[in-house]
């Protein structure tokens, strides 16, 4: 049977952790409401504290802000980094934008052999663009090998 010590341990763990999440969230709601309003400045800073952190959803509006120059130049690079970050923390929309960027060579040297992976991953999430990707890029394979680093 846990000791009481043990229970309140354990209390205070769930409490910090839902209200590190609840702040997290409203983190990302008011980058959300300053992005909606066209204040791209304020949206990035709000969520590029939750990106260095490792919150996905802002690693993924950080990446499109990067991408689309939204309130600062266009940085391919620094779009397919947070794309990666995303992807490979499981979101497939982060997973299907780098695998765009890694086939194209937007940002990062062209690979379409880890495309065709990333696609995959994004696929295998239910992502219907991405296994349409997926599918393309085996069919032209298959006319011509692909080349890549892996």
Request: positive net charge; proline residues 5%; charged residues 25%.
């Amino acid at each position: 049977m846990p000791h009481i010590r043990d229970m309140r341990n354990l209390a205070a763990i769930l409490i910090a952790f839902c209200i590190s999440t609840n702040v997290s969230a409203a983190d990302f709601a008011a980058g959300a409401e300053a992005y909606d309003g066209g204040r791209y400045g304020e949206a990035f800073a709000e969520w590029h504290a939750l990106a260095r952190e490792g919150e996905i959803r802002a690693q993924v509006a950080i990446a499109n802000m990067y991408r689309f120059g939204e309130g600062r130049p266009p940085d391919f690079t620094a779009a397919a980094r947070w794309y990666r970050r995303a992807a490979e923390g499981g979101n497939p929309i982060a997973q299907l934008n780098y695998a765009e960027m890694l086939e194209t060579g937007r940002g990062v040297g062209p690979d379409p052999i880890a495309a065709l992976i990333w696609y995959d991953r994004a696929a295998l999430q239910g992502n219907e663009w991405a296994a349409r990707q997926r599918d393309r890029l085996t069919a032209k394979s298959k006319k011509r090998p692909l080349r890549g680093s892996r």
